[in-house]
């Protein structure tokens, strides 16, 4: 008898995440384990039952799908995650596919390529829904590298909590607010707020949330 592959589903909009449940619990060969609705809770959840897949939203409150996908994979690199997204920007996609996803499919999509895209990780390969192979294309001539941009540098100039940070800055909470979510000092996220900043010369939070949503880091942006 075959195993069946074990999904941990992670999306903030609830109707959604019940869609896909219903469409991977009559699928004979898919357990889904759990579910959350934050990036958060998926990286304990992930580090708790160890899913073969994780299908996973990006833009989402309190910790975005780019930064729970590297946080999960720092856990278990083992674990493919994939992507599920609204975006179809080549942002996004990159985004994903450099924390180390190994799909990335739009929400548009039917139930068949869903499915045909968990087997396809499972089976340790990459699917990226076929409207977005061009991305594929131009980040291999590119060498992985991101084309040439104008303006804030991308968000790997950042550290993982600096990005964190920069979320949350945006999503409008206070530095008092940051500091009780991350279990950080105040002085400390001051100092990480100030590196985000400096680093993207970015001096409003006007600037910083409309940097956060285009760049995929924040939930505002669906």
């Known amino acids: ?15 959604m995440r019940g869609g896909i449940r219903s469409i991977l619990e009559h699928a004979p060969d898919i357990t889904v384990v759990a579910e959350t ?3 958060r809770d998926a990286v304990t959840l992930a580090s708790k ?29 083992k674990i493919a995650v994939v992507a599920l997204s609204m975006h179809s920007d080549a942002r996004y996609v990159t985004g994903m596919l450099d924390a180390g996803a190994r799909g990335y499919l739009l929400k548009t999509c039917d139930a068949a390529e ?17 409207d977005l192979t061009h991305v594929l294309v131009d980040r291999h001539h590119r060498g992985g590298h991101d084309p040439v941009r104008t303006g804030p540098p991308p968000p790997d100039a950042l550290t993982p909590r600096e990005r964190e940070v920069l979320q949350l800055i945006a999503e409008g909470k206070t530095s ?22 400096r680093k993207l010369d970015l001096h409003s939070i006007a600037e910083l949330t409309k940097y956060a949503i285009r760049e995929g880091l924040s939930g505002l942006g669906e």
């Open 49 to 77: 039952h160890a899913p073969d897949v994780v299908l996973i939203d990006i833009a989402m409150p309190d910790l975005n799908g780019i930064e729970a996908t590297r946080k999960i994979l720092a856990g278990d690199p």
């Open 114 to 130: 869903l499915l045909r895209a968990i087997a396809t990780v499972r089976g340790g390969k990459l699917y990226v829904t076929p």
């Open 176 to 197: 008092k607010e940051i500091g009780e979510r991350l279990g950080a000092a105040l002085k400390t996220v001051e100092t990480h707020r100030t590196n985000v900043i």
């Open 1 to 15: 008898m075959t195993t069946p592959t074990t999904v941990l589903l992670v999306d903030d909009h609830a109707m």
């Open 37 to 39: 609705d934050n990036g």
